[in-house]
C-alpha cells in the first residue's frame, strides 16, 4: 500500500518561494511517477509538475514552467517541489500523487495514491 503524506505550504507574498514535500513509504519499486495537482474551488484538479521515479524526466505545465522545479531522493521516498517567483494565481489546495502506470505525468486520471493536500495561498 502506498501512503503519501505532504508537507511544507503556507502563505507567501507575491515574487516569494514555497516548498512542498511528499513523503511515500512504500512507492519507490511499485510506481512509476509522482505528481503535483493544484486545485481552487469550482475548479478541476489540475497537473502542474510531474517526475519519472525511474529516469527521472519532468514534466511541467505552462502556468508554471520556469518558475517550479520538481525533484526526488528515491533512498529516502521523497519528492519536493520547489515553487519559485509565486503569483496569486498559484494560490490553490496542492496534492501529491503516485502512479504505477502513468503514461501522462500530468493527467491526473491516471493516478492512483494522493495526499491529503496543502494549501498555498499568494497574496500581498
Known amino acids: 500500500q502506498v501512503q503519501l503524506v505532504q508537507s511544507g505550504g503556507g502563505s507567501v507574498q507575491p515574487g516569494g518561494s514555497l516548498t512542498l514535500a511528499c513523503d511515500g513509504s512504500?512507492?519507490?519499486?511499485?510506481?512509476?511517477?509522482v505528481g503535483w495537482f493544484r486545485q481552487t474551488p469550482g475548479k478541476e484538479r489540475e497537473g502542474v509538475a510531474a517526475i519519472e521515479i525511474g529516469g527521472g524526466r519532468t514534466y511541467f505545465s505552462n502556468s508554471v514552467k520556469g518558475r517550479f522545479t520538481i525533484s526526488r531522493d528515491n533512498a529516502k521516498n521523497i519528492v519536493w517541489l520547489q515553487m519559485n517567483d509565486l503569483k496569486p494565481e498559484d494560490t490553490a489546495m496542492y496534492y501529491c500523487?503516485?502512479?504505477?502506470?502513468?503514461?501522462?505525468?500530468?493527467?491526473?486520471?491516471?493516478?492512483?495514491?494522493w495526499g491529503q493536500g496543502t494549501q498555498v495561498t499568494v497574496s500581498s
Open positions: 500523487a503516485a502512479g504505477r502506470y502513468v503514461a501522462d505525468g500530468l493527467y491526473r486520471g491516471e493516478y492512483e495514491y
Open positions: 512504500g512507492y519507490t519499486k511499485s510506481v512509476n511517477f
